[in-house]
């Protein structure tokens, strides 16, 4: 028997009725829910399209959602507004991906309101999210079921994504997300760090020299520099609410890049997860300054989406994220471990010129370390983003890991 080929198969559902809920998707969008979003998406004059399917890495769409929504569009051959989970871990937790083919991009105030009504007011269950964004879009509700859905998120006690254990054999197998395309790469973090440590051979320069490498002084307490803990995390609060406020500030136009649109929306969500909202906590200093990257990293995607271009992370300083875009690679030695990295400007001429580079270090068990040498993840496997760019997947894999 011939397999019906995946296109195909979702495309004969959205011409039907809007909506696909794929195999073993059921627990996850139910029947009465899924009836639902059909009346929903049936009474909106733009045509939504809802696609709920398992991914998997390597399967016909690369475990990738928006190029699942891409391929539909293209085959279905309609304009209209498309969106699908990128992942569903089995603890329920999710986040959408969504694409627009109008011709008058943004006059939903979509994606954004569509994360924020969906993903904020029912956090751990699609079929809810997916219920109340078809119906917000149908009443012409958006914008005061976003407001809602906004004092839920502020309301939220204080949580952390964390990567699903085992979830008693509900037909996933032992854990993991069940859309999983956006998240196996974080499987695969620690693999590209150690890729990238790795003492590999260059060919020699013009001149038939090899090329030089440094040895990074180790940490000293005086490095550490934990006065300015409260600075950083007063920094990383007003950077990230800078951000929150430039994005309820944006209009999409409609060449605006809407992928550039939702990275902005992603990172801005994984800073405040990663900073905290109880401000009684204390967070790690290196979760502190991981917010601070990801804030500027979700202005940087607000940017390019203002610009109606991609966005594409830059890659920070290996040795302090703090110091911004790096400019030059350096082969560097770490307590005999081979290090070859991106480093900004001043830590080059530091590290030629024989001085001590401000590196990032801070105190663990009562010594101090350089940040790159603890288990705080994703922040050392990753660089920050000097090594592997994608931090977002790579915090998604988190959970296991831990940071101490």
Not at 101 to 112: F, I, K
Not at 315 to 331: E, S
């Amino acid at each position: 028997m011939t397999q019906t080929d995946p296109v195909t198969e979702i495309v004969a559902d959205l011409r039907e009725d809007g909506v696909h809920i794929g195999p073993g998707m059921a627990r996850h969008v139910d029947a009465a829910e899924e009836a639902a979003i059909e009346a929903a998406v049936a009474r909106i004059d733009v045509p939504v399209h809802v696609v709920v399917r398992a991914l998997e890495d390597g399967d016909v769409f690369s475990g990738d959602a928006g190029d699942m929504l891409t391929r539909v569009h293209d085959d279905l051959g309609t304009p209209g507004w498309f969106v699908a989970p990128t992942y569903i871990f089995s603890t329920g937790e999710y986040s959408l991906e969504s694409k627009e083919w109008t011709g008058d991009e943004g006059r939903l105030d979509l994606p954004y309101n569509a994360y924020g009504i969906a993903h904020w007011l029912h956090p751990e269950d699609v079929g809810a999210g997916l219920v109340e964004l078809t119906t917000a879009i149908a009443d012409g509700t958006v914008p005061a079921k976003a407001a809602e859905a906004r004092d839920a998120y502020e309301a939220r006690p204080e949580t952390t994504t964390t990567a699903p254990g085992p979830d008693g054999g509900d037909g996933d197998g032992a854990g993991g997300p069940v859309i999983v395309g956006a998240v196996v790469a974080a499987l695969v973090v620690g693999a590209l760090a150690a890729l990238a440590i790795r003492r590999r051979r260059r060919p020699a320069g013009a001149r038939g020299r090899p090329e030089p490498r440094f040895t990074l002084p180790p940490s000293v307490l005086e490095r550490v520099r934990s006065a300015d803990d409260a600075r950083l995390r007063s920094r990383a609060e007003q950077d990230v609410l800078a951000l929150g406020e430039r994005i309820d500030g944006t209009q999409l136009t409609r060449t605006a890049n809407a992928d550039a649109w939702q990275a902005a929306l992603d990172h801005y969500d994984a800073a405040r997860r990663v900073l905290g909202r109880d401000p009684a906590a204390s967070p790690d200093l290196l979760d502190v300054i991981g917010a601070i990257v990801l804030a500027a990293r979700g202005g940087a995607a607000l940017d390019a989406a203002g610009r109606s271009r991609a966005f594409s992370p830059d890659a920070p300083c290996f040795l302090n994220p703090l110091h911004g875009r790096a400019g030059a690679r350096r082969k560097l030695d770490d307590a005999g471990r081979a290090l070859d990295v991106l480093v900004c400007a001043q830590c080059g001429k530091d590290l030629a010129a024989g001085r001590r580079p401000d590196i990032l270090d801070v105190v663990r068990d009562g010594e101090p370390v350089h940040y790159f040498a603890t288990d705080a993840e994703p922040w050392a496997s990753t660089g920050y983003g000097a090594l592997e760019p994608d931090l977002l997947t790579a915090l998604r894999g988190r959970g296991s890991r831990g940071t101490r």
